[in-house]
């Protein structure tokens, strides 16, 4: 679901992914009721992120509720992968949310994940209270 390429660190992310990275269209369920009565369509861009780590900049957060705190399950049609938002924020009227990859000790491979020092990276003391989630199913357009 994310490209190779990242942008260079002090680089505007939010910028370079919707430049960059892999375009999606993002759906959105609004409600929990039973025919879905609202849904919403927004933009989402897939990159690296500097850790090295999956993103999405999802654009239009402003029409989600609670867009800032929610957890984001990321569906591809392939798999479906927790994401947590990093950032939000928005300038000329656009409001986004940067998600990221939850945090793990390992990389996608299996080997760990290492700080740039050498020293061994544990998230064993991170994790989220209760939070409302979005289930995201993502169609990629370009």
Do not use: C
Not at 20 to 31: M, P, Q, T, V
Not at 78 to 106: E, K, M, S, W
Not at 123 to 128: N, P, S
Request: charged letters at 20%.
């Amino acid at each position: 679901m994310t490209v190779n390429d990242r942008p260079i660190v002090g680089q505007n992310a939010t910028e370079w992914a919707r430049e960059h990275g892999e375009h999606y269209s993002a759906a959105f369920l609004l409600d929990n009721h039973e025919p879905t009565r609202n849904w919403v369509t927004l933009p989402a861009y897939a990159y690296t992120s500097h850790d090295g780590t999956a993103a999405f900049i999802i654009d239009g957060a402003q029409s989600l509720k609670d867009g800032a705190g929610a957890i984001y399950l990321m569906d591809d049609g392939a798999t479906v992968r927790p994401y947590h938002v990093a950032a939000y924020g928005g300038r000329d009227g656009q409001t986004h949310v940067i998600v990221h990859a939850f945090p793990v000790n390992v990389n996608e491979d299996g080997s760990p994940r290492l700080r740039p020092d050498g020293r061994p990276v544990s998230f064993d003391a991170w994790q989220l209270g209760p939070r409302r989630a979005y289930h995201v199913k993502l169609r990629k357009t370009a």
